[in-house]
Nanobody, 120 residues
Framework: QVQLVESGGGLVQAGGSLRLSCAASGSILSINVMGWYRQAPGKQRELVANITSGGSTNYADSVKGRFTISRDKAKNTVYLQMNSLKPEDTAVYYC??????????????WGQGTQVTVSS
């Protein structure tokens, strides 16, 4: 099994910043992609940003220029620096990682979610 532990959510005023962290542990041979998704009340879960093992990044249009994803390979940890936060960024943020447990088996694991609330 692969476990993900998220931290860093909370309440912040509009224009403020938060940094989310997600550490992966367990039976991991390799990690291909680590990323963050979010789900606001009444809405579908959406991709916020992800980063590949090669360092390529992908962002939702709504967060480009405000959020930065980074990764510490040695610690199997992914970070999401969120600046200039807006009330519409309010959601539960979920960490996700995809990779291989063994040469023959893959995994696709999710964290428990961390609440981010941005007040206006």
């Amino acid at each position: 099994q692969v476990q993900l532990v998220e931290s860093g959510g909370g309440l912040v005023q509009a224009g403020g910043s938060l940094r989310l962290s997600c550490a992966a542990s367990g039976s991991i041979l390799s990690i291909n992609v680590m990323g963050w998704y979010r789900q606001a009340p009444g809405k579908q879960r959406e991709l916020v940003a992800n980063i590949t093992s090669g360092g390529s990044t992908n962002y939702a249009d709504s967060v480009k220029g405000r959020f930065t994803i980074s990764r510490d390979k040695a610690k199997n940890t992914v970070y999401l620096q969120m600046n200039s936060l807006k009330p519409e960024d309010t959601a539960v943020y979920y960490c996700n990682t995809v990779g291989r447990r063994t040469a023959l088996t893959r995994y696709d694991s999710w964290g428990q979610g961390t609440q981010v609330t941005v007040s206006s």
